[in-house]
């Protein structure tokens, strides 16, 4: 087999803090279309990390404390980088995110460069405060980023791993996602969209639309 030839080699990464409920089903749903799972245990103080820790094709990285999506996100793609890794698909451990379209995301990614998950074609279980904010952060990103950004604040995401050295995040919140596309951006790599489900169980959301919202706008006020 020659290198034009070779099958593409992916891996998720998966941030969690106190998923319990929810972790070991994620997990399960993820192994089948990846060649391993990184998990970032953002300082969790339940039993999530115990639940996994026998799962082989995974490897966990702790923080000793909460610190942040943003930051754990930093720290799984730090990794992944320094791995022989194509692609590298990014999804919550909540149940939000289903693994079963992460063969859609590795299609997209070997035409564009940035894959994200757009929820935005089905509002219905989404809530209301939510659709306001990812309007509003999807429509200054567009703008700001001069690309046609469908849904900023999703994190069901896959990405090429060649390019992501020169746009990791330095946030440690959410508003570290919409970094990733600011800077993504203004290297000109090309984005694509994967349409995803809107879904919404009996887990509780971390992320404040509201707060997420103001760090946006200040994160895209600070940037040039």
Do not use: W
């Not at 730090?78 to 693994?99: A, E, K, Y």
């Not at 970094?179 to 694509?192: D, H, P, T």
């Amino acid at each position: 087999m020659n290198k034009s030839e070779r099958r593409s080699k992916t891996c998720a990464l998966i941030p969690i803090y106190n998923e319990e409920n929810f972790i070991f089903e994620v997990i399960n749903k993820t192994l089948p279309f990846v060649d391993k799972i990184f998990v970032v245990n953002d300082g969790s103080t339940d039993n999530s990390v115990n639940i996994i820790k026998d799962i082989q094709k995974i490897e966990i990285i702790n923080h000793s404390n909460n610190q942040g999506k943003g930051k754990a996100l930093f720290t799984g793609l730090s990794r992944i980088i320094n791995d022989n890794f194509d692609f590298v698909i990014t999804l919550d451990g909540d149940l939000q995110h289903d693994p079963s379209y992460i063969p859609h995301f590795i299609k997209a990614l070997e035409k564009y460069d940035f894959v994200i998950g757009n929820r935005l074609n089905n509002l219905k279980d989404m809530p209301l405060q939510r659709i306001a904010s990812n309007k509003i952060t999807s429509f200054l990103i567009s703008i700001k980023s001069g690309k046609k950004i469908l849904d900023s604040q999703s994190g069901y995401r896959g990405f090429k791993v060649k390019y992501l050295e020169k746009y990791l995040p330095t946030k440690n919140g959410y508003e570290a996602e919409s970094e990733m596309i600011l800077k993504a951006a203004k290297l000109n790599l090309s984005f694509g969209f994967v349409d995803i489900p809107t879904i919404y169980g009996e887990e509780k959301s971390k992320m404040s639309p509201f707060k997420t919202t103001f760090n946006f706008i200040r994160l895209i006020l600070s940037r040039s």
